[in-house]
């Protein structure tokens, strides 16, 4: 494949890059941070890339074009390591943009020593600045991915590494190193693929985050942040096993609540109770609102006394709080059914049961803990006097 070929797919895939960054960000001004830097940096280079073909063409004096397509360049790779970090995170840092400092030095530098009318010296230092900034985005996509574990993460952290590996090698064989691996236009011809699957890899990052926000929105109760009913059915198993348990509590008396306090008091008192339920439960724990004042619960590997043991801990904290609304305290309390599978049983039969558990908790005067087939003795059950 011909120099000219190699530098009209060089340009052709980051101008692909940077017109998709684009029009993606254009189509979604609140998508994912870090689209706006990654089309610059991307146009960046096809323009430099536009500038080295004319500097081949002879149609720019070489002192024009060697400069000018080395200084674009370079400061396009850094704008791909800010947009890489700002799409990793989600987040706009107001330190980002020190990494125009590398290529302002090399810049400074080449003017001092003309050192890139030298092919070889103008290649090693531009690879070289595309390997760190490209080594830097790998390490930061991949490093992120406990943050948001999402499968086009791995992708686009791959086709960053493979560049910083094939750009590595570019840069050795310019560098001159006699044991380098691989031809270097060959090398170059695999870069260019690299570009597009990191811009492909990329749109599909932002894909997957927006259908990921959109999931967690419908799944999400506004109010109080914890999960809604749908969501909780749905993580029901179809067939439950021996320890499964489902704990449905209700807040005691919310009417009186949101009589007393008016509605946006009641909505300081769901908050709380959903986050102080939250607080007690481990992360594999379900927890979510069901509607009105009620709340589920589900967890795994319970017995009847181990699950009492549990809710009766909700039922305290749940007591303990107390709310400092407008200039009223709110004193709160609960009444909870518990549910637990003795063996392989429907969802539908141990929710019945467990309502079943929380109407007798109400029944016998609220704030209190009572399990789905066991007799109100001292043991099972707790009343507090109000």
């Given amino acids: 494949m011909d120099l000219a070929t190699i530098l009209l797919l060089h340009k052709s895939s980051f101008l692909v890059g940077a017109i998709c960054f684009a029009y993606v960000k254009w189509q979604s001004p609140q998508a994912s941070k870090g689209l706006g830097a990654l089309a610059a940096g991307f146009l960046l280079l096809a323009i430099a890339s536009t500038v080295a073909g004319m500097g081949e063409r ?36 107001e330190k980002d ?3 125009l400092i590398l290529p302002c030095l090399f810049v400074v530098i080449a003017i001092a020593t003309r050192f890139h009318l030298d092919n070889q010296s103008r290649g090693t230092v531009f690879n070289a600045n595309a390997f760190i900034f490209l080594v830097a985005s790998t390490v930061k996509i991949l490093r992120d991915h406990k943050r948001e574990a999402l499968s086009a993460r791995y992708l686009l952290g791959a086709s960053l590494a493979v560049a910083s590996v094939l750009t590595g090698l570019v840069l050795m064989e310019l560098a001159g190193w006699p ?14 693929i690299c570009h597009f699957a990191v811009a492909l890899f ?94 589920g619960i589900f967890v795994r590997g319970h017995t009847k ?55 007798s908790a109400k029944g016998h005067g609220r704030n209190q803990v009572f399990v789905a087939g066991e007799e109100p003795t001292d043991s099972m059950h707790f009343c507090e006097n109000l």
């Fill in 179 to 192: 044991h380098a691996p691989g031809d270097i236009k060959f090398n170059f011809f695999l870069l260019i």
């Fill in 97 to 99: 943009w020190y990494a």
């Fill in 305 to 359: 006394a181990t699950a009492f043991v549990l809710a009766e801990r909700l039922r305290v904290a749940v007591r303990l709080l107390h709310l400092t609304y407008s200039t009223s305290t709110i004193s709160l309390s609960i009444s909870v059914g518990v549910g637990v599978s003795e063996g392989l049983q429907s969802p539908e039969e141990l929710l019945k049961a467990t309502d079943q558990a929380l109407y």
């Fill in 202 to 295: 990329t749109l599909i990052l932002v894909k997957e985050r927006a259908e990921l926000g959109l999931r967690n929105l419908l799944e999400t109760d506004v109010l109080t942040g914890v999960k809604n009913r749908r969501w909780f059915y749905s993580q029901l198993p179809a067939t439950l096993s021996t320890g499964d348990c489902l704990i449905i509590l209700d807040i005691d008396h919310f009417k009186r609540v949101n009589d007393q306090y008016g509605h946006e008091g009641g909505d300081v008192a769901l908050e709380a109770v959903a986050q102080e339920i939250s607080r007690q439960l481990g992360p594999q724990d379900a927890v979510a609102r069901l509607g009105g004042e009620e709340f």
């Fill in 58 to 93: 002879n149609v720019l004096p070489v002192e024009v074009w060697t400069l000018a397509s080395f200084s674009v360049g370079i400061f396009g790779y850094a704008a791909i390591w800010v947009g890489t970090k700002r799409l990793s995170s989600d987040e706009i840092g």
